[in-house]
Structure formats: structure tokens, C-alpha cells
């Protein structure tokens, strides 16, 4: 009742329902709490409403932006407040001075994006930096690859804007001293606060202290508590002293202190333009280690190091198996070393210094130089780190709890010898990967908590390595934070008097203790409110596609560690994941849809765990794209969980009319037979066709598609009659929708292949069963899987290969036809020797079989937009490569997402507005942009209907461009 009385006060909402509550109790944590509320605040009046409220019933509230935290800090009891999906502006840019201010639900690669034009970035940058925000980063004092060269997030906030637990406001920034003790004389939170830190921490005995027991002040990422060693530098307290800014205090107390609302960025020149990185390899761990310090005499922009766990994982990944191209033999490390300079002369001369003293000291085997987009892909493979490292397969993870020391980098090659003699005691041989420039590896010990043994190793691994760190005098928290996992340690790192410093800070902000209570201050176990509960009895879950892979479904599931790579907006690329794009709701992310699923089919008592409301309001806008397949660095497929779920539900809850008719499309069409044009007039007749998409659920702004007046089979015996002497051989599959909807681009595909000297066969054969699988109709499409393996089983091979037109259809035989089939060994050899016709094509160009001038070379302009199955389980290149062989041709690549149709997703009357936002994302202003005479490409049967749908141009799949221009 109170929580609603405070919803009716507020802009935004909050939300206090049990799928809410699901979706934010984890974070990319090994914790899990449940909140009472979330709450999304639009204005600082909210959070000013929201304050108060919990100052009055003493609830405590957390602040979360993307939830990437990796130890505890935004899970929490009482009322969580995410910014991320209103309080998001840029408020100013500030080009002569160099600034920018913004609000806390900024996206760093976001903001990055936007100050590109004014030569300006923000320094700092994460692995997570296309989806976490600039108030986490702020809460966490973020630092990331860069770190080296452009310092830490502390050192780049200027100005904060922040709520106190009374409600007040406050700003803070660079103040001198007459103006610091003129506001500590008011009667202001803000005049409190400076007139009691004063008094508190102008003592010589306490100001010893800190400097006696904090870490080395050379160690520049470092948390590890309230950063009170960085106030005391202040003129305030320190004759010559640096200006004094409560930020620095501010930047990194995980908002237990205030709760920020504007923050002032400090901005550097975007960094030289010409850049190299060398990919030193190393035989041990230790070798790696021991060249870190003299390589970081040389002017590296980032020093990064990645371990054979790490690139072990990257090998069986969609998306980071194409990105090991430069390794060479089988690293146990590889470090990553990036070099820049404004001109390639200079350039060269320091990656010729650099790499001569790497030769000299001997410790690196192999030192391969990358450059352009080869450099992206290795740190996007050294990113991915976090979320590789849940592809381990089973129960036992690499944990994050000891993946954030940092020591001065003298000490480093010491302190990791001394580090893995301490986990060959506790028989763990950790992960190591991360910024080993900056004195900082993530290393992780690997375990299974869901087992009590390794819950009481996990704080004692975590206990010992505490006590190594201290006596390396050095930062137990680097950069990810103290949350729940490091707090509990802070007072060993820091020593007693000056936890108890740190005690009353938090007393002079949080009197009632209800900021983001448990963390630094008065601290949760580490070992409890854990993810999973301890010794439970594992379910079995019983599913018709096959997951042993992973272990079964509920495994599959668990994968997702919460890294949130799902968030990532549109301006950052790829698929993943369109619903979240554009209703920036965290239900609609893959990671909140694996919450919901782990936490249902974990704890639910039906026969049925399949059986429940709340994952069917979770997974309702998943468009089956496939995104995370190949963009979740744990591969997370929810496609595939969706298809299960589905056929699942329906055994208790009948499908309605119109799931059955989308499912079973090319069934009811083809028995139209010789009706065709009667179907066709009843189709595209608007009072007819209203009423057929009225009473079925359509959307009727939509057009329904036609049947193919030609019939494509027909039309391949006489092709196949006509060229009788074409020798190379291929299978062509003939997927339901181009043969019924589309027969003349499948004709245009069979002219190209028979033109070009192709044998082309056709088998009789079953539909794909796409629309099938989609809808969850999974017995039935599990039976179209087995006939199709055991047809192509015996005659598709590597030299007589099957290739398909419509992406989805084509791509279900590497994809959902090996969890469907019986025949595992027969789906897996199909598999490898199935292609669609763009990657096919590509191949033969590639093999020099098919050239240039079999094609005219009248200019032509073409905008390219990929079917995500393709993106997702192919490669764009294929087709960018394809149409870009007549000599005229210029292409590119439209960088959208979904187009939002996703097969019937976008016919559906309840699905049409955020069908059609989606393709507003991108898409359609993309291709409003463009001139008429521009031809646009898609090669998805669907995403050729949305484009017509929503810009009211005509797409052309791209055999058809290129049968019309074969000479």
C-alpha cells in the first residue's frame, strides 16, 4: 500500500510485482537478493520522492544503472532505482573547455560516439563499454584498458550533482579553500558534511594512518573503501596541496554516500590516429608477467594480457572464433601491447624498438604486429574475457572475488608467483587475463557454489589472497568495486582505526543508513545471499531439443553470468537484442529472460516447470534473432529456449487459432492448388483482407503475403533441361517460403546457378520446418528434421554441397536441426556442408571459379541489410563480398539490427508497434536517407516485407541483383 501511494507521487513508475523483483535481484554477481521494488525515476524529483520515502520507513535503496557489477554492489533489499531507462541526457558539451555533463544513465561508448565529431572522448573505458553507464562508472571509480594513459574515472569527474538521505541536493567540485570553509559555516548538508570531514580528518595521527596502512599511492586503481587518502591531498589539508573536490570522495562509494543525478566529465583529444598492437606470446604465465615492466617503459596506450583459459574459450564462440587469427601455436599468454603516434614513421620506429627489446630479453616466442581492424578484434577478444569464461561447461565457473587486486607493477611478477603458490594450495589453478599494464589481473579461481565445500573455499581463497595483497600494500578492489563479495575485507586492507574513519563518513552522509546499505560499511557475508543455494537437489528438466552440450537446459540457461552484453544500444551495433532497443526494459534483454528462467524452472513444483505466466511475459518480445547466439560471449541462445519453452506451455495451454496457421503456413497455402488467384484477390482485397486480419489477430496496417503465381519446381526442370552440360554439382533446398511466396527470386537464384556453370539437383524434400520451430510446434518439426537429414544424408558432401536461399530456412540445418535430429553424427556432416546461397557464391569467388567479368559493369549503388539468422550463424562478409564482384557495384553495409518482422512477430496486431520501432531504430531513417535510384538489398524474406512495410521501398535479395547483371 505505501509503495503505491509513493508510485502515485512519482513521473516515472515503480513496479513491486514478483517478475520485476526476479529480473533485479542479480546482477553480474555471484549474489542474488530480492528487492521490494524498482523503481524508475524520471526527473531528480523523483529521486528526491524516492529518498524521502525510504528515509521515512528506513528502506534502503541502490542505485542501478546496466547492473554489470561484478561484486554485489546494485542487488540489494528495499527499493533498487534504475536510472538507465529515463536519466539519460547529455545535458552539455563544453568543446573550448574540454567538458561534458551529463546524467547517470549515459552509455560511455554512447557518449563517446556523440563527442566524436568535437575531436573529444572520455578516457576511461571497460570491457563493458557499450552498455555500462557513466553513474556506474562513476559508483564503481571505473578504469578499464586505457587506464595506463588516460587515468581512472576519479580522475576525470569534475563537477557532481547528488542527493542526500534528507532529500537535499548538493553540487560538488574543485573548490579553494576560503570557499571550502566558507560553506562548512552553513547550515546546509552540504556546509555539515564539509565543516565535520574537516574536523574528522584534520588530525595528524588519523592523516598517518591512512598513509601508513592505504595502498601504495603509485597503485593508481584502487578503491578499497571511501577514498579518503585522495581527500586529505587536498589544500584543505595539505599546505600546496591539490584542490580540494568532494568527487574524489564521492567517485567510487558505490552510492552509499548520495545518490548522483549530474555528473561533469573532463574530456582528452581523441587519442592519435595511427596505431598498432603487438600480440607478444608467451610459453608461461610467469614469462608474460616478467616483461610487463620493461615493456611498460615504452609508450603504450593499453597492456593487456590474456590467458589460455580465456582463449580456450574463445575457440567454439559464433561471434570470437574468427578474431584468433593472429595466434600462433598454443599461448599459455598473450599480451596485448598498443602503440600510437600521428604518423606512421614514428610509428614504426617504436614498434621496432619495442619488439628489438622484446627479442632481447627472450621471453616472448612469437610477436605478431596487427593493425586496422585486426587491432578491434584482439581487444574485443581481451574484452570479452568476462563473459567467455561462462562457456565453461557444467557447474564449476571462474568466480569473481579475487579478480580485482592491483599492486604496484614492480610488485607484480612477486606477488603472482606468490599468488599461484597460494592456489596450488587450495589445488585451484586460477584464471588470468586483464590490464596487467596497470598492476591489475583478473584472476579467478574456478568453483562450484553450489556446492558447500567450495562456498567455504571461496571465502577462504578470498581470505588468503586478502592477506597477500596487504602484504604487497596493495588494492584488493582495483577497479570492479567492493560490493558484497570485497567489503567484509576492507577494514583487513585499511586497518582498524581508519575503518572506523570510514565509519563515521558514512554516518556524516547516511545517518539512517538507507544508501545501498551492506556495502563498505556494516557489511553482508560473502557467503551469503549467493546466486544458488548450497547442496539443492539440481532439477531435472526433461526437453525435446537437446541440450547436453550444455548440460541440459537449466545450465544453458545459467551461462549467462549477467555481463549484459544484451544492453548494448543500437549505436553500438549488432543484433542483440532489438526488443530491449527499443522498449529499454530490462525484461526484454536476454540476461532478464535467463533470470526469469533460472529462477523458475529452478524453483517451481509443477510437473511442468515449463507451465508459468512469468516466462511467457519474459520471452513474449524475443524475435528468435539469434543475436546472442553469436554476440553473448557465454552464447546464450534464447532463441533456442524460447522453442523449447513454447512447445513446453502448449502441452497445458492450447495455442490459439492464428499460432497454428503461421506455423503451419505452406500447408494451408499449398492446398490453395489451382485457387491461387482466387487466395491472392481474397488477400490483397482491402475489405477481405481486413476481415481475415481482424479476425485472426493480424495487424491490419499490414499486407499479407501473396502466393506465387509460377511454380518454382516447374520452372527448375526446364532450366535443368535447357543447360545439360553444367558440371560442378549442388544440391539446392528449397525453402517453403521462396517456394510459395517468392518463386521468382528462386527463380532468379536457379537462372544465376545454372548460368554460371553450376549442375543444380533437386531433391524432394520437406519444408524447414522455420515456422515450426519458431512457434514451438517442435514434435512436427523434429519429424521434417529427421526426413530432411536422412534425404541429404547420403549425397551432400564437401565437394557437392546443399545450398538455400531464405537465411532462416537454410540455417536451421547447422542450427536447431542439431538439437532436433536423431541422427547426430548424420545432422553434424550435413551441417558443415550446408551453405547459403550468398556464402556459396562467395566461396566460388574466392576459389576463383566465379570473376568479374561474367557480370556487367554498369554502376549501380546498393545498400546492403542482412537477415539476422545470417548475422548471427554466418558472416556479413559473404554477401558484402558478393555484391561487391561487378566492377560498378558499390556496396555497403546498412549497420542495422532486426528489422523487427522476425517472421510472423511483426504480423501480430499486439506485436506491430514495436515490430515497426524496431525498424525505426536503424533501418528505415537508413534507407529514407537514400536517393531513389539507390538499390536496397535484404536478404531475408521477412525483412524484405518490413522494409516495404515501414518505408514503402521495394528490397531485392542479392542473387536477383546479380542474375540481372550476369552478362
Same mark, same amino acid.
Given at each position: 500500500?505505501?509503495?503505491?501511494?509513493l508510485?502515485?507521487?512519482?513521473?516515472?513508475?515503480i513496479?513491486f510485482?514478483?517478475l520485476?523483483?526476479?529480473?533485479?535481484?542479480?546482477?553480474a554477481?555471484v549474489?542474488?537478493?530480492?528487492?521490494?521494488?524498482?523503481?524508475?525515476?524520471?526527473?531528480?524529483?523523483?529521486i528526491?520522492k524516492?529518498?524521502?520515502?525510504?528515509t521515512?520507513?528506513?528502506?534502503g535503496?541502490?542505485?542501478?544503472?546496466?547492473?554489470?557489477s561484478?561484486a554485489g554492489?546494485?542487488?540489494?533489499?528495499?527499493i533498487i532505482?534504475?536510472?538507465?531507462?529515463?536519466?539519460?541526457?547529455?545535458?552539455?558539451?563544453?568543446?573550448?573547455?574540454k567538458?561534458?555533463?551529463?546524467a547517470?544513465?549515459?552509455?560511455?561508448?554512447?557518449?563517446?560516439?556523440?563527442?566524436k565529431p568535437?575531436?573529444?572522448?572520455?578516457?576511461?573505458?571497460?570491457?563493458?563499454?557499450?552498455r555500462?553507464?557513466?553513474?556506474?562508472?562513476?559508483g564503481?571509480?571505473s578504469?578499464g584498458?586505457?587506464s595506463?594513459?588516460?587515468?581512472v574515472?576519479?580522475?576525470k569527474?569534475?563537477?557532481?550533482?547528488?542527493?542526500?538521505? &534528507?532529500?537535499?541536493?548538493?553540487?560538488?567540485?574543485?573548490?579553494i579553500?576560503?570557499?571550502?570553509?566558507?560553506?562548512?559555516?552553513?547550515?546546509?548538508?552540504?556546509?555539515?558534511?564539509?565543516?565535520?570531514?574537516y574536523?574528522l580528518?584534520n588530525?595528524?595521527?588519523?592523516?598517518?594512518?591512512?598513509?601508513k596502512?592505504?595502498?601504495?599511492?603509485?597503485?593508481?586503481?584502487?578503491?578499497?573503501?571511501?577514498a579518503?587518502?585522495?581527500?586529505?591531498?587536498?589544500?584543505?589539508?595539505?599546505?600546496?596541496?591539490?584542490?580540494?573536490?568532494?568527487?574524489?570522495?564521492?567517485?567510487?562509494?558505490e552510492?552509499?554516500?548520495a545518490?548522483?543525478?549530474?555528473?561533469?566529465l573532463?574530456?582528452?583529444?581523441?587519442?592519435?590516429?595511427?596505431t598498432?598492437?603487438?600480440?607478444?606470446?608467451?610459453?608461461?604465465?610467469?614469462?608474460?608477467?616478467?616483461?610487463?615492466?620493461?615493456?611498460?617503459?615504452h609508450d603504450?596506450?593499453?597492456?593487456?594480457m590474456?590467458?589460455?583459459?580465456?582463449?580456450?574459450? &574463445?575457440?567454439?564462440n559464433?561471434?570470437?572464433?574468427?578474431?584468433r587469427?593472429?595466434?600462433?601455436?598454443d599461448p599459455?599468454?598473450?599480451?596485448?601491447m598498443?602503440?600510437?603516434?600521428?604518423?606512421?614513421?614514428?610509428?614504426l620506429?617504436?614498434?621496432?624498438?619495442l619488439?628489438?627489446e622484446?627479442?632481447k630479453?627472450?621471453?616472448?616466442?612469437?610477436?605478431?604486429?596487427?593493425?586496422?581492424?585486426e587491432?578491434d578484434?584482439?581487444?574485443?577478444l581481451r574484452?570479452a574475457?568476462?563473459?567467455?569464461l561462462?562457456?565453461?561447461?557444467?557447474?564449476k565457473?571462474?568466480?569473481?572475488?579475487i579478480?580485482?587486486?592491483?599492486?604496484a607493477?614492480?610488485d607484480?611478477?612477486s606477488?603472482?608467483?606468490?599468488?599461484?603458490?597460494?592456489?596450488?594450495?587450495?589445488?585451484?589453478?586460477?584464471v588470468?587475463?586483464?590490464?596487467?599494464?596497470?598492476?591489475?589481473?583478473h584472476?579467478?579461481?574456478?568453483?562450484?557454489?553450489?556446492?558447500?565445500?567450495?562456498?567455504i573455499?571461496?571465502?577462504?581463497i578470498?581470505?588468503?589472497v586478502?592477506?597477500?595483497?596487504k602484504?604487497?600494500k596493495?588494492?584488493?578492489?582495483?577497479?570492479?568495486?567492493?560490493?558484497i563479495?570485497?567489503?567484509?575485507f576492507i577494514?583487513?586492507m585499511?586497518?582498524?582505526?581508519?575503518?572506523?574513519?570510514?565509519?563515521?563518513?558514512?554516518?556524516?552522509?547516511?545517518? =539512517?543508513?538507507?544508501?545501498?546499505?551492506?556495502?563498505?560499511?556494516?557489511?553482508y557475508?560473502?557467503?551469503?545471499?549467493?546466486?544458488?543455494?548450497?547442496?539443492r537437489?539440481?532439477?531435472?528438466?526433461?526437453?525435446?531439443?537437446?541440450?547436453s552440450?550444455?548440460?541440459?537446459?537449466?545450465?544453458?540457461?545459467?551461462?549467462?553470468?549477467?555481463s549484459?552484453?544484451?544492453?548494448?544500444?543500437?549505436?553500438?551495433?549488432?543484433?542483440?537484442?532489438?526488443?530491449?532497443?527499443?522498449?529499454?526494459?530490462?525484461?526484454?534483454?536476454?540476461?532478464?529472460?535467463?533470470?526469469?528462467?533460472?529462477?523458475?524452472?529452478?524453483n517451481?513444483?509443477?510437473?511442468?516447470?515449463f507451465?508459468h505466466?512469468?516466462?511467457?511475459h519474459?520471452?513474449?518480445?524475443?524475435?528468435?534473432?539469434?543475436?546472442?547466439?553469436?554476440?553473448?560471449?557465454?552464447s546464450?541462445?534464447?532463441?533456442a529456449?524460447?522453442?523449447?519453452?513454447?512447445?513446453?506451455?502448449?502441452?497445458?495451454n492450447?495455442?490459439?487459432?492464428?499460432?497454428?496457421?503461421?506455423?503451419?503456413?505452406?500447408?494451408?497455402?499449398?492446398?490453395?492448388?489451382?485457387?491461387?488467384?482466387?487466395?491472392?484477390?481474397i488477400?490483397?482485397?482491402?475489405?477481405?483482407?481486413f476481415?481475415?486480419?481482424?479476425?485472426?489477430?493480424?495487424?491490419?496496417?499490414?499486407?499479407?503475403?501473396?502466393?506465387?503465381s509460377?511454380?518454382?519446381?516447374?520452372?527448375?526442370?526446364?532450366?535443368?533441361k535447357?543447360?545439360?552440360?553444367?558440371?560442378k554439382?549442388?544440391y539446392?533446398f528449397?525453402?517453403?517460403f521462396?517456394s510459395?511466396?517468392?518463386?521468382?527470386?528462386g527463380?532468379d537464384?536457379?537462372?544465376?546457378?545454372?548460368?554460371?556453370g553450376?549442375d543444380?539437383?533437386?531433391?524432394?524434400h520437406k519444408?524447414?520446418?522455420?515456422?515450426?520451430?519458431?512457434?514451438?510446434?517442435?514434435?512436427?518439426?523434429?519429424s521434417?528434421?529427421?526426413?530432411?537429414?536422412?534425404?541429404?544424408?547420403?549425397?551432400?558432401?564437401k565437394?557437392?554441397?546443399?545450398?538455400?536461399?531464405?537465411?532462416s530456412?537454410?540455417?536451421?540445418?547447422r542450427?536447431?536441426?542439431?538439437?532436433?535430429?536423431?541422427?547426430?553424427?548424420?545432422?553434424?556432416?550435413?551441417?558443415?556442408? &550446408?551453405?547459403?546461397?550468398?556464402?556459396?557464391?562467395?566461396?566460388?569467388?574466392?576459389?576463383?571459379?566465379? &570473376?568479374?567479368?561474367?557480370f556487367?559493369?554498369e554502376?549501380?549503388?546498393?545498400?546492403?541489410?542482412?537477415?539476422?539468422?545470417?548475422?548471427?550463424?554466418?558472416l556479413?562478409?559473404?554477401t558484402?563480398?558478393?555484391?561487391?564482384?561487378?566492377?560498378?557495384?558499390?556496396v555497403? =553495409?546498412?549497420?542495422?539490427?532486426?528489422?523487427?518482422?522476425?517472421?510472423?512477430?511483426?504480423?501480430?496486431?499486439?506485436?506491430?508497434?514495436?515490430?515497426?520501432?524496431?525498424?525505426?531504430?536503424?533501418?528505415?531513417?537508413?534507407?529514407?536517407?537514400?536517393?531513389n535510384?539507390?538499390?536496397?538489398?535484404?536478404?531475408?524474406?521477412?525483412?524484405?516485407?518490413q522494409?516495404?512495410?515501414?518505408t514503402?521501398r521495394?528490397?531485392?535479395?542479392?542473387?536477383?541483383?546479380?542474375?540481372h547483371?550476369l552478362l
Amino acid at each position: 500500500m505505501r509503495l503505491k501511494q509513493l508510485s502515485d507521487q512519482l513521473d516515472g513508475e515503480i513496479l513491486f510485482d514478483e517478475l520485476t523483483k526476479q529480473l533485479y535481484a542479480t546482477d553480474a554477481s555471484v549474489y542474488r537478493i530480492l528487492p521490494s521494488a524498482v523503481a524508475f525515476p524520471k526527473n531528480t524529483l523523483d529521486i528526491q520522492k524516492i529518498i524521502q520515502f525510504a528515509t521515512k520507513h528506513k528502506i534502503g535503496i541502490t542505485p542501478r544503472a546496466a547492473g554489470t557489477s561484478l561484486a554485489g554492489q546494485c542487488v540489494n533489499y528495499g527499493i533498487i532505482v534504475d536510472v538507465s531507462k529515463h536519466l539519460n541526457s547529455i545535458f552539455e558539451i563544453d568543446e573550448k573547455n574540454k567538458t561534458v555533463t551529463v546524467a547517470p544513465g549515459v552509455i560511455r561508448d554512447d557518449l563517446n560516439m556523440v563527442l566524436k565529431p568535437y575531436n573529444l572522448f572520455f578516457g576511461p573505458n571497460t570491457s563493458t563499454s557499450n552498455r555500462c553507464m557513466i553513474g556506474g562508472m562513476v559508483g564503481n571509480n571505473s578504469s578499464g584498458t586505457t587506464s595506463i594513459k588516460y587515468g581512472v574515472t576519479r580522475d576525470k569527474v569534475l563537477e557532481m550533482e547528488v542527493v542526500f538521505s &534528507t532529500g537535499e541536493i548538493a553540487v560538488f567540485g574543485n573548490e579553494i579553500p576560503e570557499e571550502f570553509f566558507s560553506t562548512a559555516k552553513k547550515e546546509t548538508a552540504k556546509g555539515k558534511i564539509y565543516n565535520s570531514l574537516y574536523a574528522l580528518l584534520n588530525d595528524e595521527v588519523i592523516q598517518s594512518n591512512i598513509l601508513k596502512e592505504f595502498p601504495k599511492p603509485e597503485i593508481h586503481r584502487r578503491n578499497t573503501g571511501y577514498a579518503i587518502d585522495e581527500l586529505i591531498k587536498g589544500e584543505v589539508f595539505k599546505e600546496n596541496g591539490n584542490s580540494f573536490n568532494l568527487c574524489n570522495l564521492l567517485c567510487g562509494s558505490e552510492g552509499t554516500l548520495a545518490f548522483t543525478t549530474k555528473i561533469k566529465l573532463k574530456l582528452d583529444n581523441l587519442p592519435p590516429k595511427e596505431t598498432i598492437v603487438v600480440a607478444a606470446h608467451f610459453d608461461s604465465i610467469q614469462n608474460c608477467l616478467q616483461a610487463v615492466q620493461p615493456m611498460m617503459e615504452h609508450d603504450l596506450y593499453t597492456c593487456e594480457m590474456m590467458d589460455k583459459v580465456i582463449l580456450d574459450c &574463445t575457440k567454439n564462440n559464433l561471434k570470437y572464433s574468427p578474431y584468433r587469427f593472429f595466434i600462433e601455436g598454443d599461448p599459455q599468454a598473450i599480451l596485448l601491447m598498443e602503440m600510437r603516434s600521428h604518423s606512421k614513421e614514428d610509428l614504426l620506429n617504436k614498434r621496432n624498438i619495442l619488439c628489438s627489446e622484446l627479442e632481447k630479453i627472450g621471453l616472448a616466442y612469437a610477436m605478431p604486429v596487427l593493425q586496422n581492424d585486426e587491432i578491434d578484434k584482439a581487444l574485443e577478444l581481451r574484452k570479452a574475457g568476462l563473459g567467455l569464461l561462462g562457456n565453461l561447461i557444467g557447474d564449476k565457473k571462474a568466480v569473481a572475488c579475487i579478480e580485482d587486486t592491483a599492486v604496484a607493477l614492480k610488485d607484480l611478477s612477486s606477488y603472482i608467483t606468490e599468488f599461484t603458490a597460494l592456489m596450488k594450495g587450495f589445488n585451484q589453478k586460477a584464471v588470468y587475463y586483464a590490464h596487467a599494464g596497470a598492476g591489475e589481473l583478473h584472476l579467478r579461481p574456478i568453483l562450484n557454489l553450489k556446492k558447500a565445500e567450495d562456498v567455504i573455499l571461496f571465502e577462504e581463497i578470498t581470505t588468503a589472497v586478502a592477506h597477500l595483497v596487504k602484504k604487497y600494500k596493495g588494492s584488493m578492489s582495483g577497479e570492479h568495486g567492493d560490493g558484497i563479495v570485497r567489503s567484509s575485507f576492507i577494514e583487513l586492507m585499511i586497518g582498524t582505526e581508519n575503518f572506523e574513519v570510514l565509519k563515521k563518513v558514512k554516518h556524516l552522509f547516511d545517518p =539512517v543508513g538507507i544508501m545501498n546499505p551492506g556495502k563498505i560499511i556494516d557489511s553482508y557475508s560473502i557467503n551469503e545471499n549467493l546466486r544458488y543455494v548450497p547442496e539443492r537437489i539440481e532439477p531435472e528438466i526433461k526437453t525435446l531439443l537437446d541440450f547436453s552440450d550444455s548440460m541440459g537446459i537449466l545450465r544453458a540457461v545459467e551461462k549467462c553470468n549477467g555481463s549484459g552484453d544484451c544492453r548494448k544500444s543500437e549505436m553500438s551495433g549488432g543484433v542483440m537484442c532489438p526488443s530491449f532497443r527499443a522498449t529499454q526494459n530490462e525484461r526484454d534483454t536476454t540476461r532478464g529472460r535467463a533470470n526469469v528462467l533460472r529462477e523458475v524452472l529452478t524453483n517451481s513444483n509443477q510437473v511442468n516447470k515449463f507451465n508459468h505466466k512469468e516466462i511467457q511475459h519474459a520471452l513474449e518480445l524475443c524475435v528468435s534473432c539469434k543475436g546472442c547466439k553469436s554476440e553473448c560471449p557465454s552464447s546464450v541462445d534464447m532463441a533456442a529456449y524460447k522453442a523449447e519453452f513454447d512447445y513446453q506451455f502448449q502441452k497445458e495451454n492450447r495455442p490459439s487459432l492464428r499460432t497454428k496457421l503461421f506455423a503451419h503456413f505452406d500447408h494451408y497455402q499449398n492446398k490453395v492448388g489451382n485457387l491461387k488467384p482466387l487466395a491472392n484477390f481474397i488477400f490483397s482485397n482491402s475489405i477481405t483482407s481486413f476481415v481475415i486480419k481482424k479476425s485472426l489477430g493480424i495487424a491490419t496496417k499490414r499486407n499479407l503475403p501473396l502466393i506465387s503465381s509460377v511454380s518454382l519446381y516447374k520452372e527448375y526442370q526446364a532450366l535443368k533441361k535447357q543447360f545439360t552440360n553444367n558440371t560442378k554439382l549442388l544440391y539446392f533446398f528449397a525453402d517453403e517460403f521462396t517456394s510459395i511466396n517468392d518463386a521468382s527470386l528462386g527463380v532468379d537464384a536457379l537462372q544465376l546457378l545454372f548460368r554460371l556453370g553450376y549442375d543444380v539437383n533437386w531433391i524432394q524434400h520437406k519444408p524447414s520446418g522455420r515456422a515450426l520451430i519458431s512457434k514451438g510446434f517442435l514434435e512436427e518439426a523434429k519429424s521434417y528434421a529427421d526426413e530432411n537429414v536422412a534425404i541429404f544424408k547420403n549425397t551432400v558432401s564437401k565437394d557437392h554441397p546443399l545450398v538455400g536461399i531464405e537465411p532462416s530456412a537454410i540455417l536451421t540445418f547447422r542450427d536447431e536441426y542439431l538439437r532436433l535430429a536423431s541422427d547426430k553424427n548424420s545432422a553434424q556432416s550435413l551441417a558443415k556442408n &550446408t551453405y547459403t546461397i550468398d556464402e556459396f557464391l562467395a566461396s566460388e569467388i574466392k576459389r576463383g571459379a566465379i &570473376t568479374k567479368d561474367l557480370f556487367s559493369s554498369e554502376p549501380k549503388t546498393i545498400k546492403l541489410h542482412l537477415h539476422c539468422h545470417q548475422k548471427a550463424l554466418s558472416l556479413v562478409k559473404h554477401t558484402f563480398e558478393l555484391l561487391n564482384l561487378p566492377v560498378n557495384f558499390q556496396v555497403t =553495409v546498412i549497420p542495422s539490427g532486426c528489422c523487427g518482422m522476425a517472421g510472423s512477430f511483426g504480423y501480430e496486431k499486439e506485436h506491430y508497434e514495436i515490430s515497426m520501432k524496431m525498424g525505426e531504430l536503424t533501418l528505415f531513417p537508413a534507407i529514407r536517407k537514400t536517393k531513389n535510384d539507390v538499390i536496397i538489398a535484404a536478404t531475408g524474406t521477412s525483412c524484405r516485407h518490413q522494409i516495404q512495410d515501414g518505408t514503402g521501398r521495394v528490397a531485392l535479395h542479392p542473387v536477383s541483383i546479380l542474375n540481372h547483371a550476369l552478362l
